[in-house]
């Protein structure tokens, strides 16, 4: 069966453990949660061209902004479930090329915001009071102080584009410096931004000609890049000064450097580059060498703190993730509330089970086992009818349907996809609560060619039903499945040739047809046998030969 996000990583065969990559410099915290499970290795310095030639054997690659995980290496990783970003940013990985491959991408959203919140806050001050020059004059011998004379930001007006995670921190901290602070952010809720005395402004026009300061916040997409260029600086005061602690490239770097050179403004403090380092001769470059920029190399997250949050953050995720779990923050994947999440794991495990159990009950028995163009019904009673994002159940019934027949990695990010692709159409029914219900919940799989339910008891998953039958049994191992005449004998005789064939019977249920169900020449059963062994075409044709069985069919759960 193919491995994915619900089922733990099969190893490579050189190695006895998954293997996990990290070329960046991660925190040991996080780390620790992993080495007892898998193998780590920590290159240093690794090039795009030998992180394809090794990316092959792992299964979990951590990073930082420095790695760029591009398709090429999306395509070379045959056995990788999940690029963790130790940070915010995943502009360094190709997200839409890891989604076709059913690799998660996952992040650590909040564990390094203060640090670059405090971190635009030290550029604001360092350019509003010339730290840095301050500092260069005196270790060269000097001591010139009527030149650099600063700046207070009490009092002044701070610009910021992007009121979200960072750009929020920054807002509150501006307010406790005693600014005035003004944003623009389409998306940003104005009952927050209120809360701390933030006024929102509509565009960029009512933003620009009123700043002291300005600082961006937002992620760099299409449509922030270049935000600031010629026209927008130009619109500012000649006094103003800027700052730059998300991505390179919000503002235009050669715009920028043009409009200090011009004295279109006064200044700017730079934590991030188009290129990083910068490029040689680039408008980069000339920047960070310009007196009147502050320039960091990419800081902003590194604090001892922010580190050890983001690192325990990814490296618990990872770990999640190759044990069958579900991530917390999948940049690729959808949210689910950890309250669902505890309600949903155990059904994810019954759903793909009865995916499974479908798709190697019905096989073999002509066109009707081939799952392109299938319909399936997947009804929800009970309880988890009132749960609305049941996405990682349906992702775990197409991973089910499909695990056995295909060598394909199907999990939570690709499975509407795949499905898509191999025309499994699914409907998920949220058929409300019953009160008559055997169980809290039963999740039942219906197609044309019979029907599944299912249910789970503390942490253990049962199927309640194959068809007309009603029984109770773990669908897990090997099992036979056998349709019968319902009448003496048939146990025996099925139970005397899997002995002769060495064939350890771990349980027997019987299920029978419900009492209602009965009708005329209805007189069948279904055995289920639990069983160790090998089962081969031999003993299966044996079983199919022995007086009253009807049908055969024997899954690997
Ligand atoms: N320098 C560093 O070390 C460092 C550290 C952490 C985060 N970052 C970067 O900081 C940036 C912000 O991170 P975050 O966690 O606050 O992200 P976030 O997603 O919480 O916030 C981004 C905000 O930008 C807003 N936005 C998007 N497009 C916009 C537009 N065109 N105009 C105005 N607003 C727009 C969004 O509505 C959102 O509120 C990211 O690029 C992140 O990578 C850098
Ligand atoms: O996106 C982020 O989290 C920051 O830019 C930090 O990047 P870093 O992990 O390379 O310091």
Same mark, same amino acid.
């Given at each position: 069966?193919?491995?994915? =996000?619900?089922?733990?990583?099969?190893?490579?065969?050189?190695?006895?453990?998954?293997?996990?990559?990290?070329?960046?410099?991660?925190?040991?915290?996080?780390?620790?949660?992993?080495?007892?499970?898998?193998?780590?290795?920590?290159?240093?310095?690794?090039?795009?061209?030998?992180?394809?030639? &090794?990316?092959?054997?792992?299964?979990?690659?951590?990073?930082?902004?420095?790695?760029?995980?591009?398709?090429?290496?999306?395509?070379?990783?045959?056995?990788?479930?999940?690029?963790?970003?130790?940070?915010?940013?995943?502009?360094?990985?190709?997200?839409?090329? =890891?989604?076709?491959?059913?690799?998660?991408?996952?992040?650590?959203?909040?564990?390094?915001?203060?640090?670059?919140?405090?971190?635009?806050?030290?550029?604001?001050?360092?350019?509003?009071?010339?730290?840095?020059?301050?500092?260069?004059?005196?270790?060269?011998?000097?001591?010139?102080?009527? /030149?650099?004379?600063?700046?207070?930001?009490?009092?002044?007006?701070?610009? &910021?584009?992007?009121?979200?995670?960072?750009?929020?921190?920054?807002?509150?901290?501006?307010?406790? $410096?005693?600014?005035?602070?003004?944003?623009?952010?389409?998306?940003?809720?104005?009952?927050?931004?209120?809360?701390?005395?933030?006024?929102?402004?509509?565009?960029?026009?009512?933003?620009?000609?009123?700043?002291?300061?300005?600082?961006?916040?937002?992620?760099?997409?299409?449509?922030?890049?270049?935000?600031?260029?010629? =026209?927008?600086?130009?619109?500012?005061?000649?006094?103003?000064?800027?700052?730059?602690?998300?991505?390179?490239?919000?503002?235009?770097?050669?715009?920028?450097?043009?409009?200090?050179?011009?004295?279109?403004?006064?200044?700017?403090?730079?934590?991030?580059?188009?290129?990083?380092?910068?490029?040689?001769?680039?408008?980069?470059?000339?920047?960070?060498? @310009?007196?009147?920029?502050?320039?960091?190399?990419?800081?902003?997250?590194?604090?001892?703190? *922010?580190?050890?949050?983001?690192?325990?953050?990814?490296?618990?995720?990872?770990?999640? &993730?190759?044990?069958?779990?579900?991530?917390?923050?999948?940049?690729?994947?959808?949210?689910?509330?950890?309250?669902?999440?505890?309600?949903?794991?155990?059904?994810?495990?019954?759903?793909?089970?009865?995916?499974?159990?479908?798709?190697?009950?019905?096989?073999?028995?002509?066109?009707?086992?081939?799952?392109?163009?299938?319909?399936?019904?997947?009804?929800?009673?009970?309880?988890?009818? *009132?749960?609305?994002?049941?996405?990682?159940?349906?992702?775990?019934?197409?991973?089910?349907?499909?695990?056995?027949?295909?060598?394909?990695?199907?999990? &939570?990010?690709?499975?509407?996809?795949? *499905?898509?692709? /191999?025309?499994?159409?699914?409907?998920?029914?949220?058929?409300?609560? @019953?009160?008559? $219900?055997?169980? =809290?919940?039963?999740?039942?799989?219906?197609?044309?060619?019979?029907?599944?339910?299912?249910?789970?008891?503390?942490?253990?998953?049962?199927?309640?039903?194959?068809?007309?039958?009603?029984?109770?049994?773990?669908?897990?191992?090997?099992?036979?499945?056998?349709?019968?005449?319902?009448?003496?004998?048939?146990?025996?005789?099925?139970?005397?040739?899997?002995?002769?064939?060495?064939?350890?019977?771990?349980?027997?249920? !019987?299920?029978?047809?419900?009492?209602?169900?009965?009708?005329?020449?209805?007189?069948?059963?279904?055995?289920? $046998?639990? !069983?160790?062994?090998?089962?081969?075409?031999?003993?299966?044709?044996?079983?199919?030969?022995?007086?009253?069985?009807?049908?055969?069919?024997?899954?690997?759960?």
């Amino acid at each position: 069966m193919a491995p994915s =996000a619900t089922s733990p990583p099969e190893n490579d065969s050189n190695t006895s453990r998954p293997k996990i990559l990290i070329p960046e410099k991660v925190s040991p915290d996080g780390l620790a949660i992993l080495s007892p499970h898998f193998d780590i290795d920590q290159p240093k310095g690794v090039s795009a061209e030998e992180l394809i030639s &090794i990316i092959p054997k792992y299964h979990g690659l951590i990073i930082r902004s420095e790695t760029k995980v591009t398709a090429a290496v999306l395509a070379a990783a045959k056995n990788l479930k999940v690029v963790a970003r130790a940070g915010v940013g995943v502009d360094n990985v190709d997200v839409a090329s =890891a989604t076709t491959r059913g690799i998660i991408v996952v992040n650590s959203p909040s564990g390094n915001i203060v640090a670059a919140a405090e971190h635009t806050i030290a550029l604001l001050m360092a350019v509003a009071r010339n730290v840095p020059a301050g500092d260069r004059s005196l270790r060269n011998g000097g001591w010139e102080r009527s /030149k650099l004379v600063g700046t207070e930001v009490g009092g002044k007006t701070l610009g &910021i584009i992007g009121l979200g995670k960072v750009g929020f921190k920054v807002a509150r901290m501006g307010v406790g $410096l005693g600014m005035k602070v003004i944003a623009m952010d389409p998306y940003a809720n104005p009952d927050m931004a209120a809360s701390a005395s933030v006024t929102l402004v509509a565009d960029l026009p009512s933003l620009l000609p009123k700043v002291d300061f300005l600082t961006i916040h937002t992620p760099l997409i299409a449509s922030t890049l270049d935000l600031i260029s010629t =026209a927008e600086l130009a619109t500012m005061k000649p006094t103003a000064k800027v700052l730059n602690v998300a991505r390179g490239g919000v503002y235009n770097e050669a715009a920028l450097l043009a409009a200090i050179e011009n004295d279109t403004i006064a200044g700017a403090g730079l934590d991030v580059f188009t290129s990083e380092p910068p490029a040689p001769n680039s408008p980069a470059e000339a920047l960070c060498r @310009h007196p009147r920029v502050v320039a960091t190399p990419h800081l902003g997250a590194s604090t001892i703190e *922010a580190q050890e949050n983001v690192s325990l953050d990814v490296c618990a995720q990872v770990l999640t &993730i190759l044990q069958g779990g579900l991530p917390t923050s999948a940049v690729n994947a959808p949210l689910i509330l950890p309250e669902e999440y505890r309600k949903l794991q155990p059904f994810v495990k019954l759903v793909e089970k009865m995916g499974s159990l479908y798709t190697q009950h019905y096989s073999g028995k002509g066109s009707k086992g081939a799952l392109t163009g299938k319909h399936f019904d997947l009804i929800y009673e009970g309880e988890l009818a *009132a749960i609305s994002n049941t996405r990682p159940l349906f992702a775990a019934l197409v991973k089910g349907l499909m695990g056995v027949v295909s060598e394909m990695n199907v999990n &939570i990010v690709n499975a509407q996809l795949v *499905a898509k692709e /191999k025309g499994i159409v699914v409907s998920e029914i949220h058929s409300g609560s @019953h009160s008559d $219900l055997a169980y =809290a919940s039963i999740v039942t799989l219906r197609s044309e060619e019979g029907i599944i339910s299912g249910y789970v008891s503390g942490k253990t998953v049962y199927i309640s039903r194959i068809d007309k039958f009603f029984a109770s049994f773990v669908p897990e191992g090997l099992l036979i499945l056998l349709r019968n005449y319902d009448r003496p004998g048939k146990i025996g005789g099925v139970g005397g040739i899997l002995g002769r064939h060495g064939i350890n019977v771990r349980f027997m249920s !019987v299920a029978a047809l419900e009492d209602a169900g009965r009708g005329e020449g209805e007189d069948e059963a279904l055995m289920i $046998l639990g !069983v160790e062994g090998n089962v081969g075409r031999e003993v299966e044709g044996e079983l199919r030969g022995e007086g009253g069985i009807l049908d055969v069919s024997v899954v690997r759960l």
